[in-house]
């Protein structure tokens, strides 16, 4: 197995399977080692007076000095050569060649002070006809090392602010959990300005009349809550129209302080994955007494070292009366994610009065394994006084689509929140119908090979809840007719689109035969003029430098470059490797007014895939990129006529084979006799004076002037 391994690795660097990351690797030059090397693995400064060093030990050698260099100079020609020539020549697997190249650059310096002393010495080959100060050669040597030194130190401080920056994939993802809206978002007024909080609902989740919504958060802020904005609502029934959605927050300080009312654990085995579909039954440490008409809130959570666990399915709450007589309630435990740092929290109204000893847990779905054993605490406690509310009447009928859109609830009197503490959100609607669903804002990510934002970060978790799924590009999948239907739903239902490094915008458009989709993609996305290479583009793009043409605008670029005051080196033109990892640029595109499917249509859909080559990454080099002529240049080339038009095909020459065949020889001859001249000129050292060539010399030029004249634009 460990054989088969490393031959898999090296069919996958090698470029001859169909590996994703090999992609950014198709059709690079000889020198991108060396320019990588040089440019940014080194610095400018030291890079070339490493090179200029081995070049000048290299002349040393041809003039008689080899003994002295060969070890370390052949070490690294070989080297660098054999790793300038495999088809992916990243500048990292040239690091056996860099303290050599140092020594190089550091023998440099000391030849040429050496130099100055025996140049300037009585009797030097070249003092002996030229006057030559030594101090100029010396003061040029300790010149060049303090600007080489100075320089290379001065990049290496600037490349380590990289590290003492924030990650721009966190920092993209705080931003975009305070600038794109979730289904629930907490507008906190603090000391130091706003901030959002947004909360997860739970997918699919329906709020109805008799099952509503209710969520335990903790406050990252403390400030003055006095508005919750939704981000979108749905309602599927349209034939239902008038809908009032009411708000109610309270503190979670005394329902959680209360385990005592009751409380129950419950040990399950996930290592099999067996726990779907099963009826699990959870005992109370004691009854519980409820009250009809009154709200109570159950907690689910997990120890600290366990979890976390999705439970979807629904609680049975025995409930027995006083004469005897029994009554089960259910409370629909949806997508509920528990674990160390998740509690699962709803609430539910007593349907009658009664005692509780017992609950029952339904699991509807498999639970993916995690761990031996999970431990499961139940706590139903009387839910809190509320502090706050808001109710507010929408139309969700057939005039709007079922949909509302930015939709605010404004609290009155506003609610103090204290940072670290609990409160538990509860939504209720009074409706008819099939109720509402709440929605985050549509984002889109570029794929599985590459990290899709928002990340984990704080207390947030962007796709458990917060924003929408299934909106993936899935930029490596083969150009095809269903890949470009994708593309439209994505574009269509997306009204952020995030782009988390250069692995795909740097990559695939190097393979144009093969992703003309992708390439056209990223090309309208940003507003790429077609002089212009794709990755280029991205590179130098900032807020404003181009205007795309999907409808999309760019509003927010996070990049981390090596800056030492106000000068900063961008560093997107290294090789991939050289930024994904700990410096990606980030790219965050929003939908403007002005989108228009039709036109994303037009723009992306004038793809022919039939001619989509499907070619591995090494293989690209040698096949050329397009053979098709631009669009402009096939319509010059169509308004000068087709065949039948510019030949007459009822001509006797065109009719007749032997016509035609004696009408080309006489064609032939006339052009050997026009190029004879120009044949004899330059073959004057034969005896025929080239006159057998003349007609082949004929037929050559007069190809030639008419490609020569074409490439040019020369109409005839």
Known sequence: AWIANLREQRLQAAGDVDFPPALQWAR?????????????????????????????????????????????????????????????????????????????????????????????????KIASRIRINPHWNQLLAIFTAGVVLLGTYVYAFAFLGIYTSPFTRVEASYWIYQNIPGPINLHIQ??????????????????????????????????????????????????????????????????????????????????????????????????FKLVAGQTYLINLELPANQGPVTLSGW???????????????????????????????????????????????????????????????????????????????????????????????????????????????????????????????????????DDGLPLRVGTYDGFAGIYPLDLNFHMYLDDTPEKLARFQRILDESEYLLITSSRQWGSLPRLPERFPLVSQYYRHLLGCPDDKEIEWCYNVAQVGDFQGELGFDLVKVFQSDPTLGSLSINTQFAEEAFTVYDHPKVFVFRKTDSYDSQRVSKLLGGIDFSTVVRITPKKASSYPADLMLPAERLQEQRQGGTWSELFDTQAVYNRSQVVGVILWYLSVALLGVAVYPLVRLALPGLADRGYPLARTAGLLILAYLAWLGGSVNIPF
């Open 28 to 124: 690079r030059p000889v020198w991108f080692s060396f320019q990588n090397m040089v440019c940014w693995g080194f610095g400018l400064p030291l890079g070339l007076l490493a090179w200029i060093g081995f070049l000048w030990v290299g002349w040393r050698m041809w003039k008689g000095e080899w003994q002295r260099h060969i070890l370390l100079w052949g070490w690294v020609a070989f080297y660098f050569v054999w790793q300038s020539l495999q088809f992916n020549p990243t500048m990292r697997y040239q690091y056996p060649v860099y303290p050599f190249l140092a020594i190089f650059a550091g023998w440099a310096v000391i030849a040429l002070y050496d130099r100055s002393q025996s140049l300037a010495a009585p009797g030097g």
């Open 315 to 449: 609680l049975d709450l025995t409930i027995v009366r006083s004469d005897g007589s029994y009554l089960v309630q259910y409370v629909s435990v949806k997508d509920a994610l528990v674990g160390a740092t998740q509690t699962f929290t709803t609430y539910f109204t007593a349907q009658a009065d009664g005692n509780i000893g017992e609950v029952i847990l339904n699991q509807e779905q498999e639970i993916e394994p995690v761990s031996d054993e999970q431990t499961l605490t139940l706590k139903v406690s009387g839910s809190s006084q509320v502090v706050a509310s808001a109710s507010l009447s929408l139309d969700l009928g057939q005039e709007t689509g079922g949909r509302a859109e930015g939709v605010s609830l404004v609290l009155d009197p506003p609610l103090r929140l204290d940072k670290g503490e609990m409160y538990n959100l509860t939504l209720s609607v009074e409706s008819g119908g099939s109720g509402i669903t709440l929605k985050g804002t549509p984002i889109a990510n570029e794929g599985d090979w």
């Open 190 to 287: 603090t000391e130091n300005g706003a901030y959002n909080q947004p909360l997860p609902y739970p997918y699919d989740y329906t709020l109805r009349a008799e099952v509503p919504f209710s969520e335990s958060f903790r406050a990252n802020e403390s400030g003055v809550l006095s508005e919750v904005y939704f981000a979108s609502l749905v309602n599927p029934d349209v034939a239902v129209c008038d809908t009032t959605l009411t708000l109610e927050l309270a503190p979670m300080t005394e329902a959680l302080g209360q385990p005592s009312q009751g409380s129950g654990i419950l040990l399950f085995s996930l290592s099999q994955g067996d726990f779907a579909n099963q009826k699990s039954v959870i005992q109370l440490n004691q009854p």
